[in-house]
């Protein structure tokens, strides 16, 4: 293993790192099987003794990623949305059971593609930077909706959270496809949705589900890759619940439009494209 990076080093990457192995590269922290209490003990014991963080490991590689935790942005959406369901920086969430594009309508201009960034449910107020694009939820409403339009190329994204005693988060990014009428599942990250708050078994379980997308294609039937997932969490002062995210991916949108709709067996194979 390579020496273990300083804190804000990126905890993720498309390598799947099992919990035991992952107990072994992190000093102090003991194998699956003991309770959540013994584990946080031996954290804080760790940290009074030692400054050492996370160890990367990424499939031979030793190269890092930092991910620099920023200040949550001003709770406020900045960013032209699109679409019937959009007015002003606000848009209703289309029915997923719906036909089609289920109202979020299609692209009035050639060359570009329609995406929806669903962001919850979560009682906590959640960021999302897409491009120069600021999409916020707050904590007032459990899930919000943002529809875009985004050209072939490179597209950054960034989920920020912040919450005292921890916090929870879900983003889900999907391509239309207006050829197919069908909705392409782009991305998902869900942590703590479900009523609790996110621990670092969630982030080894996250961790471990990227294995399968060795391409970065979480859809193998749309258009976009997704490249580049890192995270860092900051501090946990329970040494469990961490108060903080920045999630940081690019979303890769390829020019051609799909041929088959999501879920179709003559996708199958492509996840490794």
Do not use: N
């Amino acid at each position: 293993m390579d020496p273990a990076p300083p804190r804000g080093v990126a905890r993720s990457g498309p390598v799947a790192i099992t919990r035991a192995a992952r107990a072994a590269d992190r000093p102090g922290r003991p194998p699956p099987g003991y309770s959540r209490g013994v584990r946080a003990l031996v954290a804080s014991l760790t940290f009074v003794l030692s400054t050492a963080a996370v160890a990367a490991c990424g499939g031979g590689s030793s190269q890092l990623t930092q991910v620099d935790i920023q200040p949550t942005p001003e709770p406020v959406t900045i960013g032209a949305l699109s679409g019937p369901l959009c007015t002003d920086q606000a848009c209703q969430c289309r029915d997923p059971r719906a036909p089609a594009d289920g109202g979020a309508g299609v692209p009035e201009l050639d060359g570009v593609k329609r995406f929806e960034i669903r962001v919850g449910p979560s009682e906590h107020a959640l960021w999302v930077k897409l491009d120069d694009w600021v999409l916020y939820k707050s904590d007032e409403r459990a899930t919000d909706c943002f529809y875009v339009d985004l050209k072939p190329g490179k597209h950054p994204v960034t989920l920020r959270a912040h919450q005292q005693g921890g916090f929870s988060a879900k983003i889900t990014i999907s391509e239309y496809g207006a050829a197919t009428q069908s909705w392409y599942d782009t991305y998902a990250f869900d942590c703590g949705s479900g009523g609790g708050v996110c621990d670092e078994d969630d982030f080894d379980a996250y961790k471990a589900s990227l294995a399968q997308y060795t391409r970065g294609l979480h859809d193998p039937c749309g258009s976009t890759k997704v490249k580049g997932v890192v995270w860092d969490t900051g501090r946990a002062p329970d040494f469990v619940h961490p108060e903080d995210l920045q999630l940081e991916l690019t979303l890769e949108v390829y020019q051609f439009a799909p041929q088959y709709a999501h879920g179709d067996a003559a996708c199958r194979d492509r996840y490794a494209e």
